[in-house]
């Protein structure tokens, strides 16, 4: 198969590690994005690789900070790439001009704020290049469905970067669920510390919440799980604490943390019902110890399952943190190999752009189509849709005080 060739939009953290002139503080100091990609291309599985986000002064800084870490520390590993806007330019939209120099079959990542994510994934769409949307996918159940059917026509495949499907305990769990029998009850938790709000203050609580941000992970993880067993959600009610974010200089209307607390009913069974609540902050202590507080459980009618992603049995002390730290190193192994090449190809961030980019390439070369892809289970675009309605019917719930419906009819999706 031919190699893929790739447009990074989006030029911040989870891209290249870059925030507000220098190395993210949080455990993406070089990014996964642009370093899966650097990796992808050395090894022939993408081809030429841009990067276009709206400030194009910010791209020499970024330039050293990819070199100095990540080709001085992995063997001289390529980062180059070619940028939009100039680099004396400040242009919001650059990304058209980027996507209009691709040809039909090449591919876009989209890392960028929440309301973006339509604008610059339909454009794309239309012009029939294959799309990667951080999640989520996007903040309306209307604009999911709206992408979908731009997708089927141009015969593109779009997929969300919902990476804990990978993460190997969650995948594992979601194996053993499917034999614990009906759904019955899930909670999970989902937190970052405080200080990460200073990256997200240009947009949290104005663009996007806590809810959007963070619950999408467990709904998504928790659909994934039962949707297989018949389920569907058919009602959702949110709270959110308020006063901490704002405190610290975000806008207003930002939210702490947010819990949305979901109804599940399994089709043609309406006797049997389940709940779903899920919590996200991004308020936990500065000193938490993990950059990412996470854990569920899954209660069926034949057993239960338990997971606590946050600390892994793995805790580093030291003097210059002035305390314990738990690192992930299954999501992106930054660690070097015994040659001193970059070694992270298992961990479960690096999986989730491997799988985006092996999709590509499989439908350009006509083995598969993108409903092949939606059939393998994949966070696709049509695998996602039931995440996208649940995230809306929160911020409704909590906007408009009240629970927020659910329905399906004949494979339409709409709120009530």
Request: charged share 20%; with cysteine; hydrophobic share 35%.
């Amino acid at each position: 198969m031919e190699p893929l060739n790739v447009l990074m939009v989006g030029t911040g953290e989870y891209t290249t590690g870059f925030v507000g002139g220098g190395a993210s503080g949080s455990d993406k100091k070089v990014g996964v994005v642009g370093l899966s990609m650097f990796d992808l291309r050395q090894r022939g599985k993408v081809g030429k690789l841009g990067m276009v986000g709206v400030n194009g002064t910010k791209y020499p800084a970024i330039r050293e900070h990819l070199h100095k870490n990540i080709s001085l520390a992995y063997n001289g590993l390529d980062t180059s790439f070619e940028s939009h806007p100039a680099d004396d330019v400040k242009d919001p939209d650059a990304y058209k001009t980027a996507i209009d120099a691709l040809k039909p079959g090449d591919a876009i990542t989209i890392f960028t704020p929440d309301t973006t994510h339509y604008p610059i994934a339909l454009y794309a769409i239309e012009k029939g290049i294959h799309v990667m949307i951080t999640k989520p996918a996007v903040k309306l159940l209307e604009h999911h469905i709206a992408l979908l059917e731009a997708a089927e026509k141009t015969g593109v495949y779009v997929y969300i970067e919902h990476h804990k499907r990978y993460d190997p305990a969650y995948n594992d769990a979601k194996f053993r669920a499917l034999k614990l029998g009906d759904f019955n009850y899930y909670y999970s938790y989902m937190s970052q510390p405080k200080f990460q709000l200073e990256t997200f203050k240009a947009w949290a609580g104005i663009d996007s919440d806590i809810s959007y941000y963070l619950n999408s992970h467990h709904v998504d993880i928790c659909d994934s799980m039962v949707s297989q067993l018949g389920y569907a959600p058919v009602k959702v009610s949110a709270s959110a604490s308020k006063g901490i974010a704002t405190s610290l200089g975000c806008d207003q209307a930002t939210e702490d943390t947010i819990t949305l607390m979901v109804d599940w009913e399994k089709a043609g069974e309406p006797g049997k019902r389940a709940t779903g609540v899920y919590t996200a902050s991004w308020t936990a202590p500065q000193k938490a110890g993990v950059h990412s507080n996470q854990y569920f459980h899954y209660m069926a009618s034949g057993g239960e399952i338990r997971i606590n992603q946050a600390k892994r049995g793995y805790d580093v002390a030291d003097d210059s943190a002035g305390q314990l730290v738990w690192y992930n190193p299954f999501y992106m192994r930054y660690a070097p190999d015994e040659d001193g090449n970059f070694n992270g190809q298992t961990g479960y961030g690096y999986v989730s752009m491997e799988k985006f980019v092996d999709g590509c390439r499989a439908v350009n070369a006509g083995e598969l189509k993108p409903v092949d892809l939606d059939a393998k289970g994949l966070p696709t675009l049509r695998n996602t849709i039931a995440t996208t309605a649940i995230l809306e019917a929160g911020r409704r719930s909590i906007d408009e005080k009240r629970a927020v419906g659910i329905e399906q009819e004949n494979g339409i999706w709409r709120l009530v």
